[in-house]
């Protein structure tokens, strides 16, 4: 199987793991590399310095292409971005930013440069910028999402229809149906984020990963619109923050509400209570912890099992 | 081309109208039904006397099937449901309510029934009522909405797992891709909403369908989550909305706010500063008003050029 996502890093199936904070260091990115995918480090909850130990252990670990998510509003951005050359990185996913700022930066050095959006627009703009592909992200993936709330099912033709870049679909995509789904919508490739966090190599902890298994359809929302859109599952922590939300609470108030570190707090310390559980509305569709390995081969299994089964009209 | 959906309602394609209120009258539903779809009058914006008015005029304009949508809160669902009893009506779509309330006195009757939900949970629910099928309709539907916010990317897939019922995908579909996309994720047909509201033959307001048509990605959002949540285009009237929900109004002003009939006075009447413009997301992928023949023919055509260029991989 070859197409532009494929060509495009040389890897051999077009399925991209979201490069998630707290949970994507050396042992997920590579496990996902060495099974065909395309592994990404998450840069966004590293020092640059912990980025470069994350590098090379992830070039001990793999021979295969992996890349860095750098999200450019990150306070440490140009410190991951300079840490991403010297390492000698190819592939570097950026997000949560202007795609201007660093692609012809990376781009001179070589780099394979993607941007991560959420609308037409916003793809129109990284084109500009001169990026190699676009990743859209649609209203259900889990984290920081865009103000317009268009779901992968509507956003993906559009962004298709606006730009001939090579295009991955993110957002609610966790099997080989979904992304059968999003081949069909015009994608060239998906990039798979709620499923790979709570895989056995993901370094969050073991109580986020149990939980959010264990989620129902409903269990996640988006919240805190007044300060920017994220997805987080409903724990104690989100019922404070609705409350202050339906009570017209100010975009001050939540950010004190908010406070620092909650992602962590959450995703990586296990506290279930205080901390702001980021995942995917597709989490209720997935029910074990599993090995990268298993989750490859039934990613493709399915693939090819639910082509199998659609008909001509 | 057969399946479980094309046997159970004798139609040429998996193609269901949705029965949107305002929109669907007999010419919208005679139009889908004689181009090989599944035509639905919407009882949801009509008096028990229109809809039997509708119904015969269906039926003077198709030998084929059609069937009628009724919103089971709507208060004069008794009266309706009595006249698609007189009528001969051979299929329901019920939505919004407890599916128990009719389904058994309709199936008694020869009728066969299907119910529209937005979760696994109410597809059970409508399974134990003795339903034939389920439309499981996602968040980037247009008008009324589930409390979940799942959207049909994540919701195909839960509720094909958790049931063997015939199963249609409603939600960011209007066209061949995203019909394939909806039958990837398990999905034995589709409900087309927004795509047909804005047909030649929709009775919609031609300043509310051009207008929709015009309409750019997040120019639709979820509102009102404090009543029953509602997509709509934001307008002057949504702006209101917007304003008192940011500074926390509560459930009682927000009713006085959306006062009566407002859906009609956006949707029949084309104001389109004091209606409430419902319309699904996928609007912003539409760029003209079309006949339901050269819609029809385009969604088959573009669903098997879709099919052609998967790939196994």
Known sequence: MENKITNLFKIKYPVI?????WCCGWRLASAVSNNGGLGLLGAGSMTPDLLREHIRKCKSA?????GVNVPLIYREAEGIIKTIMEEG???VFSSAGNPKTWTKQLKDQGITVVHVVSSSKFALKAEEAGVDAVVAEGFEAGGHNGKEETTTMALIPQVR???GLPLIAAGGIATGAGALAAMSLGADGVQIGTRFALSEESSADIRFKE???KLEEGDTLLALKKLSPTRMVRNPFF???KEAEDRGAPADELLQLLGQGRSKTGIFEGDLTEGELEIGQIASLIDGIEPVETIMKQIVEEYNRALGLLRAW
Chains 1, 2 share one sequence.
């Open 161 to 163: 229809r606006a730009t």
């Open 211 to 213: 939980h959010c298994t």
């Open 89 to 91: 990185v190819k592939i």
């Open 239 to 241: 019922a404070r923050v």
């Open 62 to 66: 793999t021979d295969k292409p992996f």
């Open 17 to 21: 793991q979201g490069g998630m904070v």
